[in-house]
């Protein structure tokens, strides 16, 4: 399969699988501190939902990140979450031939108060804010694991345009 960047992303689906695979239940829904934001499991559900509205992009409805269910199984539950990671990994990889130019309507809200910004993007532009999304959440993941002494594989929650880095060892005070 040629790589595309739907296949991209369905590679970082399958990096996020081989992590998750690895991490244990409890490490899963650990708070490392109060006011952390979220567990790792509530960090993997919010990047899912996004890869899954994207997947589910369509030119007849309007695209909106802010429409998602919260709290679901998926935070709690790391089998659900491995399941819903490999399923999302194949549809991706199932648009590998998706025209990235093909047009989108996007709907953001950009206030608590309700305000939004509407207009017309492209799955191509789209697909760009999911894979930093995702990695964004993946540093994030990498953070809280790493405050429980757990190593994630290199390159996991970096952007390809940044430089190689060593890993981070935290230790207790």
Same mark, same amino acid.
């Given at each position: 399969m040629a790589t595309t960047p739907f296949v991209v992303l369905g590679?970082?689906?399958?990096?996020?699988? &081989?992590?998750?695979?690895?991490v244990s239940p409890q490490a899963y829904v650990a708070r490392p501190a109060p006011g952390v934001s979220g567990a790792v499991g509530e960090h993997v559900r919010h990047a899912l939902d996004h890869i899954a509205v994207l997947?589910?992009?369509?030119?007849?409805?309007?695209?909106?990140?802010?429409?998602?269910?919260?709290g679901t199984a998926i935070e709690t539950e790391l089998t659900l979450a491995l399941d819903e990671?490999?399923?999302?990994?194949?549809?991706?990889?199932?648009?590998a031939d998706r025209p990235l130019d093909e047009p989108v309507f996007v709907?953001?809200?950009?206030?608590?108060? &309700?305000?939004?910004?509407? &207009?017309?993007?492209?799955?191509g532009r789209e697909l760009a804010f999911v894979v930093a999304h995702t990695i964004h959440h993946e540093a994030i993941i990498a953070l809280l694991l790493a405050f429980q002494g757990i190593q994630v594989p290199p390159r996991f929650g970096y952007a390809p345009s940044t430089p190689a880095a060593p890993p981070v060892t935290l230790h207790a005070a």
């Amino acid at each position: 399969m040629a790589t595309t960047p739907f296949v991209v992303l369905g590679q970082m689906l399958d990096d996020l699988a &081989g992590l998750l695979v690895r991490v244990s239940p409890q490490a899963y829904v650990a708070r490392p501190a109060p006011g952390v934001s979220g567990a790792v499991g509530e960090h993997v559900r919010h990047a899912l939902d996004h890869i899954a509205v994207l997947l589910a992009a369509d030119v007849r409805e309007t695209l909106s990140y802010d429409w998602r269910r919260r709290g679901t199984a998926i935070e709690t539950e790391l089998t659900l979450a491995l399941d819903e990671t490999l399923r999302l990994k194949v549809l991706a990889e199932r648009q590998a031939d998706r025209p990235l130019d093909e047009p989108v309507f996007v709907a953001s809200k950009v206030s608590a108060s &309700g305000a939004e910004v509407q &207009g017309w993007s492209t799955i191509g532009r789209e697909l760009a804010f999911v894979v930093a999304h995702t990695i964004h959440h993946e540093a994030i993941i990498a953070l809280l694991l790493a405050f429980q002494g757990i190593q994630v594989p290199p390159r996991f929650g970096y952007a390809p345009s940044t430089p190689a880095a060593p890993p981070v060892t935290l230790h207790a005070a």
